[in-house]
């Protein structure tokens, strides 16, 4: 596969904050060029995650932005952005509950927290900085071992995917990481984004066994906006449309909680990606007509 890569291009990495996103962001510092690093903080990530971005950004010199959606509650209006950095970045569920309260709880059938919480954040900065569509090619983390991930229309949506085409797999990552004087210090079930609901119901069931409370939030958002941002029947977050609650119950059950077996298990930390334009996103088309620019910004 190759799809596209080359030195000296002007480049948005994605960041998401994990062990594959990081050695891809070394190595395309390494390799040059006009980069911007960029992490989407949702305020549901593991206090883990953000140090580690922070040791990332200061180890390998990436000048990353840390941005986080800002949610115009008016029908119509779509998500820009603010910058915060580190030590603003917010922690705590009132990101995550601005955007349930207009769109509703996501799920696997309406997979829209990613869209606003990730995608359009990120785009909304890249206009706000002069990064019009087509003028720069975005960087995903996604390796050679998941290649059932990679959007089917990454050359015409300006995708590229530098693991891939450097036949980076997930042992790969870990030899990396081993060399380095700091990790990312969190189980695989446990990243980023604690109570994710694309993670699979047996990750579901060790964190609720090991820590009930990481489904608080999911928990109130259900009770108090499980009708919001559509009016259809009752939503919930999970897999097999269960609610948080019966995670819970069901986690009080005997089952086989889930092991972090380094190299051996191939699997991504979700079942599904969370990565932006993934293949069940919107087109770029659509995002950048989607995504207003913020006022005074270049188009």
């Not at 919107?282 to 006022?295: C, D, F, Q, R, Y």
Request: net charge neutral.
């Amino acid at each position: 596969m190759t799809s596209g890569t080359a030195a000296g291009a002007r480049t948005l990495v994605s960041f998401s904050g994990g062990r594959t996103s990081g050695l891809m962001a070394k190595m395309l510092k390494d390799r040059g060029g006009e980069n911007i690093f960029v992490f989407a903080n949702t305020g549901e990530e593991d206090e883990r995650t953000l140090r580690f971005i922070n040791m990332c950004d200061a180890q390998f010199q990436l000048n990353i932005v840390w941005v986080e959606a800002v949610v115009d509650p008016v029908h119509g209006n779509g998500t820009t952005h603010r910058v915060v950095t580190f030590e603003t970045a917010t922690r705590g569920p009132s990101i995550f509950e601005s955007m349930i309260e207009k769109y509703g709880i996501p799920n696997r059938d309406y997979p829209h927290c990613t869209r606003e919480l990730k995608l359009h954040p990120i785009t909304s900065y890249a206009r706000s900085i002069g990064w019009g569509p087509g003028t720069y090619k975005t960087a995903i983390g996604i390796r050679a071992d998941e290649l059932d991930r990679i959007n089917p229309n990454f050359r015409e949506q300006n995708i590229i995917y530098p693991l891939c085409d450097a036949n980076i797999r997930k042992r790969d990552v870990f030899r990396f990481w081993d060399r380095q004087a700091f990790d990312l210090d969190l189980p695989e079930h446990r990243g980023n984004c604690v109570w994710c609901w694309k993670k699979s119901l047996r990750k579901h069931l060790t964190i609720a066994r090991e820590t009930p409370q990481a489904f608080k939030f999911a928990m109130r958002m259900e009770a108090e906006h499980g009708h919001s941002g559509s009016g259809d029947a009752q939503r919930v977050f999970f897999r097999g449309n269960r609610s948080a609650r019966d995670i819970i119950e069901l986690s009080r059950e005997p089952f086989e909680a889930f092991i972090d077996v380094r190299y051996l298990d191939q699997h991504a930390g979700c079942e599904e990606s969370c990565e932006i334009f993934d293949p069940s996103q919107m087109t770029m088309e659509a995002l950048w007509k989607a995504t207003p620019a913020k006022p005074g910004a270049s188009s």
